[in-house]
Each structure stands twice: as structure tokens, then as C-alpha cells.
């Protein structure tokens, strides 16, 4: 990947971050890892977890930043999720979100998939 494109993706992650905590959010974790696996921001409100996946884009020309995300994203996700839930023996409510930045425009979709 180019180093463009990483700091484009770094940007994007700021920005959602940003844009949770206007919005009350604590941030609990940023590029959690388990393995190889990775999810891009963990945030925290009252009683809800939302694992969040950033998808930064220049347009919409190949498709939205959700539809970029695939059933195998999807299931490293939630091992990541799992993994994270049972290390910090959490008792929330936990929620997959979505936010796509295109353009400094965060598109944020809670709940985008379910387990």
C-alpha cells in the first residue's frame, strides 16, 4: 500500500475518532489487534461497545466504503471483537459500526452487521 493511502486512512481514523468523541464516545482502543487481524477503532458509550471499521475513499466512483466491506472483513471483525471483549472481561452491549470519510464527510453507520 502506499504511503498516500495509509496516511489517507490515518486521517480518516482521526477524524472518526474525532467525530465519536464530539458525539460523547470514550475511545478504548485504536488498531486493536489479534494476530493479523485488525479493527480500526473501539469506542465506548454508556452501555454500548460499537467496533468500529473506518473505510476512507477519494469518491464513491468504486463503490461506498461499506460495500468495501467483505464477509471475511466482516468476520475478522468480530474474532477481533471477541478477542477484546473477553481480555478487558467487559459486560457491555457490543455493536459493529461503520464510518465511511469521503471527502472530510463522515458517513457513520451504526449497527451495520450483526454476529
Do not use: P, W
Amino acid at each position: 500500500m502506499s504511503r498516500a493511502k495509509l496516511r489517507k486512512g490515518r486521517m480518516g481514523e482521526e477524524d472518526v475518532a474525532r467525530f465519536l468523541i464530539e458525539r460523547g464516545y470514550d475511545i478504548l482502543g485504536r488498531n486493536v489487534r489479534f494476530g493479523h487481524k485488525e479493527v480500526d477503532i473501539v469506542a465506548r458509550k454508556e452501555d454500548v461497545v460499537a467496533f468500529v471499521e473506518v473505510k476512507s475513499r477519494d469518491s464513491a466512483r468504486f463503490g461506498s466504503g461499506a460495500e468495501a466491506i467483505t464477509e471475511q472483513k466482516k468476520r475478522n471483525i468480530i474474532l477481533v471483537a471477541r478477542y477484546f471483549v473477553y481480555k478487558n472481561l467487559l459486560d457491555l452491549n457490543v455493536r459493529f459500526d461503520v464510518a465511511c470519510v469521503e471527502e472530510k464527510n463522515i458517513h457513520y453507520i451504526k449497527d451495520a452487521f450483526r454476529i
